[in-house]
């Protein structure tokens, strides 16, 4: 860098302290700044137990030459209160004594022990990194049956560093070599780090196949009497057990790494996949991946993650860079702002990951909008703290389903049927949270009483405890909603001739058949959602009805679609038989399946008559709803409550700025109404505008209160509480 830009970096942190604050259009009370200055007794022994707020720095060969003192007095101005620092794994931030440990060559000293005491005598928690996914050369040369091993002969190898394959000598025994040297030097306050696992694509997105090497061949063959699969993909018949195979050995190396961890150290680990303490993901953009952007990734990794790991704090954290091979390009600070907003909106911390340290970003005018987004958090962390979900809708996600559901013929629709049914309810502005197949399974998540209804877009996979506590959801009350082939298969993606749900108002499973072209005449059904004509696509899977199951809404007379001369039913044909609804009582509650994918159609074309279908049966069959939105403009609606205050958090996120790939600052939005339903008196807040909203009565509706809220930025959060 020149000195210029230099200059500017380095009075980064005061021109932060100088700008107004802003989230969105409105602005903040300029008391802000001074609340994360003056600390608010944070104790960053237990950080976990607080509201924090990460910056993970993660740091190149290079930055070991920067002051420690300086990069963690800019995360503290930042607003952040713990840290994300290296300490070793690829790269040694400290003089190792291993081998094969690969040490900085820029290191002046202990880096990361310097690194450690800076941050703590700024106050924040450290989390120390550690990457164990990889070593250099050297390593290899001395031990290539520790790392991966491709098809053709060569090892896994990018860029000087080499792949641990998580059944080597790297990942069983010298990766705790490293682990009980570095965290035996370095007194972190949690441990954050990425684990040996089974990637297929390298850094550029080549996909390089399984690891054949002799320890996954003995292994392999070991559990299962097997040899590993000749091909990748459900087509070679032991690709099921292969699967099965790596969640199996990747679970136990980490429970086996942190148990290793635990004799040495009892600081939290965080985990992504089950963790004891506290969880962590990362969202970032990947160029490779099919257009358009998904827009929901922080709400949804962040609420799977706590649907994984009920009752734990939880972070998802915003990956600055735009992918891999552009690392130092950076996001819009819109784009940012609106994972951030959607995590704030369930609960999750805020969390940013930043390649290098503040200073050194090349753009820097992204950071200040995030940094008053971390000193708002900080001023108003009280409101956040003890959030638990007041959602009485569950979408239902099975990673059952998402892993082996390719096995069917009907796999390709598994992902986006579920991120369709999750945009219809965050369209229809429906609170929801997501529920695990395994935690349903295993007991933890009681859906009975939690939930008023359950949605499952086309899980194919389904267990017999999972059917049990679902039947049980239903006949306590509950609303279950089913689409395309929900519960066709075993969780060994066995077809099944008849559902597991007893609930379930088909009897017996019929053989799928192409609904191109297929229409729904909803003017002449009993939901009346909204459409006079709905378009069915993809597959229809028959059901045979069980007796005391009806039919909601009927077929439409096929109508022709070729010219425009011949584009018409034929007078007086005979409707479709096949019911587009089949709904049935079961116990208290309802079952309704629709027996092709509406949630599919709805993430490739976005028709409003799809979205509708989904929001007119809970308005028909579930109880008021407790929160309504009213108003016009992309929002989402979030609710969550505080049950030692007796308070609820509403969050309403403006995606209005986002397009497809493109994040800009949205439009600020007005005239919108929420509406409570209450049957006593409510004082309401609005935290990002700053003031206090007076509620109108329920002439409308009795029992519901009305606010009207403030123009709406990036998001805007309501505070409920009893009056």
């Not at 096995?407 to 502005?429: H, N």
Request: hydrophobic fraction near 40%; include cysteine.
């Amino acid at each position: 860098m020149d000195g210029r830009d230099g200059a500017t970096r380095r009075h980064f942190i005061q021109r932060m302290a100088a700008a107004g604050l802003t989230i969105g259009s409105g602005a903040l009370p300029a008391m802000v700044s001074g609340a994360v200055a003056a600390g608010t007794g944070f104790d960053r022994r237990r950080w976990w137990e607080q509201e924090y707020r990460i910056v993970q720095t993660n740091l190149r060969e290079i930055d070991a030459r920067e002051d420690p003192r300086a990069i963690a007095r800019a995360v503290r101005e930042f607003g952040g209160n713990v840290i994300v620092t290296n300490i070793g794994g690829i790269v040694a931030f400290y003089p190792s004594k291993l081998t094969y440990q690969y040490v900085n060559p820029y290191l002046r000293g202990d880096f990361a022990h310097e690194m450690i005491a800076a941050a703590h005598a700024e106050g924040l928690a450290v989390i120390g990194r550690f990457d164990l996914s990889k070593a250099m050369k050297p390593a290899h040369d001395a031990h290539p049956d520790w790392f991966m091993l491709n098809r053709d002969g060569n090892p896994r190898e990018y860029a000087g560093t080499y792949q641990a394959c998580p059944n080597g000598g790297w990942a069983q025994s010298y990766a705790r070599e490293i682990l009980a040297e570095a965290v035996k030097l370095h007194a972190t306050d949690g441990l954050f780090f990425n684990m040996t696992g089974y990637p297929q694509t390298d850094y550029s997105n080549v996909d390089h196949g399984i690891c054949v090497c002799d320890n996954c061949h003995r292994r392999f063959r070991a559990m299962y009497g097997l040899e590993l699969p000749a091909t990748e993909g459900f087509r070679d018949p032991n690709w099921l057990k292969y699967l099965e195979f790596q969640d199996r050995t990747s679970a136990a190396l980490i429970a086996e790494t942190n148990a290793f961890i635990a004799g040495i150290r009892d600081v939290p680990i965080t985990g992504f996949y089950a963790f004891d303490k506290v969880g962590r993901g990362e969202v970032q953009r990947r160029v490779d991946r099919a257009a358009p952007e998904w827009p929901y990734q922080s709400g949804e990794q962040t609420r799977w993650i706590m649907a994984r790991n009920p009752g734990r704090p939880v972070s998802s954290t915003s990956a600055a860079h735009i992918d891999y091979p552009w690392r130092q390009v950076t996001e819009t600070a819109a784009c940012h702002k609106l994972r951030l907003a959607q995590a704030l909106g369930v609960g999750a911390k805020l969390d940013l990951y930043l390649m290098g340290t503040i200073a050194d970003q090349d753009d820097q005018s992204w950071l200040t909008p995030l940094s008053d987004l971390y000193k708002w958090h900080a001023a108003n962390e009280r409101s956040y703290a003890g959030l638990v979900p007041d959602a009485r809708i569950a979408l239902y996600m099975s990673d059952l389903t998402a892993r082996l559901g390719g096995a069917t013929p009907w796999g390709k629709y598994v992902t986006p049927a579920f991120r369709g049914a999750y945009g219809m309810l965050v369209d229809s502005r429906l609170p929801f949270w997501m529920v695990s197949n395994e935690r349903v399974a295993d007991g933890t998540t009681i859906l009975a009483g939690a939930y008023d209804v359950v949605v499952m877009p086309h899980v194919l996979l389904l267990s017999d405890a999972e059917a049990k506590a679902l039947d049980a959801f239903v006949d306590a009350g509950g609303l279950l909603i089913t689409t395309g082939f929900t519960g066709g298969f075993t969780p060994a993606a066995a077809a099944r001739a008849a559902p597991v749900l007893a609930c379930f108002p088909g009897a017996a499973f019929g053989t799928p058949v192409d609904a191109h072209g297929w229409s729904i005449d909803d003017d002449k059904g009993a939901l009346r959602s909204g459409g006079a004509r709905i378009p069915i696509d993809g597959p229809y899977f028959p059901v045979t009805m069980r007796p005391g199951a009806t039919s909601l809404i009927p077929l439409a007379p096929d109508q022709r679609f070729g010219p425009p001369e011949f584009s018409y039913a034929i007078p007086d044909a005979a409707r479709r038989s096949d019911p587009a609804i089949v709904v049935r009582r079961f116990g208290k509650g309802m079952a309704v399946h629709l027996p092709w994918l509406p949630d599919w159609q709805y993430h490739r074309d976005g028709l409003q008559a799809h979205q509708r279908l989904i929001a007119a049966l809970v308005a028909r069959y579930a109880p008021p709803a407790p929160y309504v939105l009213e108003g016009s403009g992309a929002v989402e609606m979030m609710a969550m409550r505080q049950p030692a205050t007796g308070h609820t958090l509403i969050h309403v996120v403006n995606y209005a700025g986002q397009r497809n790939g493109r994040y800009d600052d949205p439009p600020s939005l007005g005239g919108f109404r929420l509406g409570v339903h209450s049957d006593r008196g409510m004082r309401a807040r609005a935290l990002v505008a700053g003031r206090d909203m007076a509620s109108s009565g329920g002439d409308r509706e009795p029992g519901r209160l009305w606010f009207d809220l403030p123009p709406i930025g990036a998001f805007e959060a309501i505070e409920l509480s009893p009056a």
